[in-house]
């Protein structure tokens, strides 16, 4: 059993920038998992934001958000992080990452097997 614990949201200008951090724990070593960023906005469905593959060397996004959103993770301190630049209003929403144990970039939720509790991001115009 793998959780998950987002952080780093908060209140930020149009045009500031955040830095999620999620910190892995349990299950298999951290390197096993491929890890994803989904976000929520009020009165919305879950939406995919972008994926890291085991390694870090492959990434995948969200139209919406490429260009200006980048992840990363840190297999050793079991860290995965959503570096978000140019924020606008429409991205608030709360963010949540989430691993499972496909070794390729995942975009499909339902593939994510362990999800955690997400983190608020809201961005004021």
């Known amino acids: 059993q793998v959780r998950l614990v987002e952080s780093g949201g908060g209140l930020v200008q149009t045009g500031g920038s955040l830095r999620l951090s999620c910190a892995a724990s349990?299950?298999?070593?951290?390197?096993?998992?491929?890890m994803g960023w989904f976000r929520q906005a009020p009165g919305k469905e879950r939406e995919f934001v972008g994926t890291?593959?085991?390694?870090?060397?492959?990434?995948y996004y969200a139209d919406s958000v490429k260009g200006r959103f980048t992840i990363s993770r840190d297999n050793a301190e079991n860290m995965v992080f959503l570096n978000m630049y140019s924020l606008k209003p429409e991205d608030t929403a709360v963010y949540y990452c989430a691993a499972t144990e496909h070794m390729a970039v995942v975009t499909t939720q339902r593939l994510y097997d362990y999800w955690g509790q997400g983190t608020q991001v809201t961005v004021s115009s």
């Open positions: 890291i593959n085991w390694s870090g060397d492959t990434t």
């Open positions: 349990g299950g298999r070593t951290f390197d096993r998992y491929t």
